[in-house]
Every structure is written in C-alpha cells, then in structure tokens.
C-alpha cells in the first residue's frame, strides 16, 4: 500500500498547553484508520490539523508527496463528517448530498447520478424528497456521509459521527460505514473514545495519550500485545501487575513464578505484567498458581465478572462459571495468556480493580460518619 498522507514531526498548543507533542504518523491509500484515546488526547486535533481547519506550530503534513501545511480545507482532497452533521434544514436528501456538486456547477445529469449512486450507497433510495428534519438520526448521519463521499475525495475524516445513536444503530453504522469504506476504495480517519468501536471497524489503531501516540497496530495486535500499562488498560480490561523477568520466558509475579512466551528482556528487569480477565482459569484452591478470596461476582448475561483479592491486590476474572462471594478459589493461567511490557511513565496507574469491590464501600461508610 502506499502512503498518502504523512504526518512529521507535529506539534500543536493551545494558550500554552501542549496537544501534540512531536508526533509522526503515516496514513495510507484505502486504509480504515482510527484515532482512539481519551478526551483531550489530541485525536481532534490531528484530525482537525489533516482537514486544514488548525495549522501546526511546527512540523508537515505531507499529502500524496506533497506539502499543505498552509493549504486552505476547500483546496485539500479531504472531507470531513462532523459529530454534528451541520446538514441544511431548509433543502432535502437530494438537494443535501447534491450541494457540493452544484457549487462546481457539475452538470445536472451527472449530478442526479451520482447522487443517486451515493443514496444507493448508503441505504437511503426513496428517501430523496424528505426533509432532513424529519429523518431519525441514523438516517440524517448517511446523508452527512453521503454528501461527503459524493465529490469523492482520496481522504474522508470522521470526528466521532457515532456518538450521539443509540447503541444498537451505532453498532449498525460501525458495520455499514466499514462497507461503504471498502466499497468506495478510500481512506477513512476515523476519532473515538470508544475502544470496542476501533477493535471492530479499523484497519489500524492509533492510540493516543496526552498529546502523544502510544501504539499503532492492528486490532489483534494492540489486544493482544498492549506496548505499555495505558493501551493494556485502555484496549479492554487487564489485570497489571508488578513482575520481575527472571530469563526467558520465566516470569515472577503474586508470589509465584509463572512459564511464559516472551523473551528479550534482561535477567530480573522489573516489568509489567498483563492477564486479561477471560484468560485467567478459576480452579480448585490447592490446585491454583495464585489463591485468593472472591470479593465481588457481578452477573453480565454471557458471563460473570468476578473481583479477587490476591495478597492486596484485586483481579478481575470473566468466567461463565459461578463462584460465591467470600469463596476462596484459586487461578491458573497458560504461558500464553501472560503478556510482558517494559515499565512505563504509566507503570502502576492502571490493572487494580479494588474500585470495584470494597473501596467504594468504604468512601460510603465514611461518608455517613461524616453526615452523622
């Protein structure tokens, strides 16, 4: 594939507040891209920085080989879908995703094709003569989608345009959007805060933190391979914990020393640990590499989310097997279930869920001392 848009080196303020701290990102041709992270991340503004609507402090944006750090949006192959579809209420469907056409005075012959190519599109045949106020939102999003797509831009951008559906159309949409991505052959930049989102409609994620980015790679990989203990925890649930790589795949953690399948670190480099939550194996308490005591079971309709507390430190395990509050179990985990990351300026913050058990109990209990 070939890269069409390269970001080098970018670096964007806002009053003094560092946004974008010196990142480097390439985007290439057909390439369903998202941008996931937290608010304020800085996700926004790459995207904003891509559609020319923010000019970077320093560094290029490089688009097909060539430079448009001060190119205007409406010269730059590049559309944007706004989580505000900003449609025109006073025209309808047709006059909507017509309206970019009719500015370049495209002929009215081609533009009632391709507006009809672009309805077909996005399932919305029949609808041309509606006004766009009385669409639901589902509906009123495939025309934004439609009107984007239908000068067809190399690029499309689309800043978070699923949040504001309910659940069940917005994992609709995530489906529909990545065929007509596939059907159109364009590049898609994609922002969300929503990891589930990025797992299941991406190419690539980007994720972002603090201004900076953290990891880029498949879904399979940022899920399976976290780089460090923000993506571990941001990508899914994740128990991290503190270990120390005694050699090649050996690792000592909890109190226990486990086989595992990485290697490459130092002997005894302190490292973090990572076990998904569906990976670890409820069994007897003899038989456990780890034992502990269940603390809280929460019923999820698939499964149970279980909190164990081992030596101090609360564990979540997803099981479809039933265990008891107070219960003492033990756990085992597979040498491919553990995952190494090197420590990290995030080491520490993330992987202990004792928020989920008796802590907030506690800031309850003291909050009715302090009321009596």
Not at 315 to 338: K, N, R, S, Y
Request: hydrophobic fraction near 40%; proline fraction near 3%; glycine fraction near 6%.
């Amino acid at each position: 594939m070939k890269k069409i848009i390269e970001l080098k080196n970018i670096t964007k303020s806002f009053d003094g507040e560092v946004v974008l701290d010196h990142i480097d990102l390439d985007i290439y041709d057909n390439e369903f891209l998202t941008l996931l992270g937290p608010s304020g991340c800085g996700k926004t503004t790459t995207l904003r920085l891509i559609g020319g609507f923010e000019t970077a402090d320093e560094g290029d944006i490089i688009f097909m080989g060539e430079n448009i750090n001060n190119m205007p949006p409406h010269k730059r192959n590049v559309n944007t879908v706004f989580q505000r579809y900003a449609l025109f209420p006073h025209l309808n469907v047709f006059e909507n995703v017509a309206f970019p056409l009719r500015e370049k005075r495209v002929p009215k012959a081609e533009v009632e094709q391709r507006v009809k190519e672009m309805l077909s599109m996005v399932a919305l045949t029949g609808f041309e003569h509606r006004s766009v106020t009385s669409l639901s939102g589902g509906q009123q999003q495939r025309v934004a989608i439609a009107r984007a797509l239908i000068s067809r831009p190399k690029v499309l951008l689309l800043d978070e345009p699923l949040a504001a559906l309910d659940l069940k159309l917005r994992k609709d949409m995530q489906q529909e959007l990545k065929n007509i991505q596939k059907a159109m052959g364009i590049t898609f930049v994609f922002v969300t805060h929503d990891q589930e989102e990025a797992l299941s409609m991406s190419d690539t994620v980007v994720v972002m933190s603090e201004g900076r980015i953290q990891q880029i790679g498949t879904p399979i990989d940022i899920y399976n391979e976290p780089k460090n203990a923000f993506v571990a925890d941001f990508i899914g649930e994740s128990n991290i914990v503190d270990g120390v790589m005694l050699e090649d795949r050996k690792v000592a953690f909890s109190g226990h020393v486990f086989d595992c399948v990485d290697s490459g670190f130092e002997k005894k480099e302190p490292v973090d640990v990572v076990v998904r939550p569906e990976d670890v194996d409820i069994v007897a308490e003899d038989k456990g590499m780890l034992k502990g005591v269940v603390t809280s079971v929460t019923f999820l309709g698939v499964h149970y989310e279980i909190i164990v507390d081992i030596n101090g430190f609360k564990w979540m395990i997803q099981t479809t097997d039933f265990v008891d509050v107070d219960e003492h179990i033990g756990l085992f985990i597979e040498p491919e279930a553990i995952h190494i990351m090197k420590k990290s300026e995030y080491s520490g913050m993330f992987g202990d869920y004792s928020s989920f058990s008796n802590e907030l109990d506690e800031l309850s209990d003291a909050e009715s001392e302090s009321e009596e």
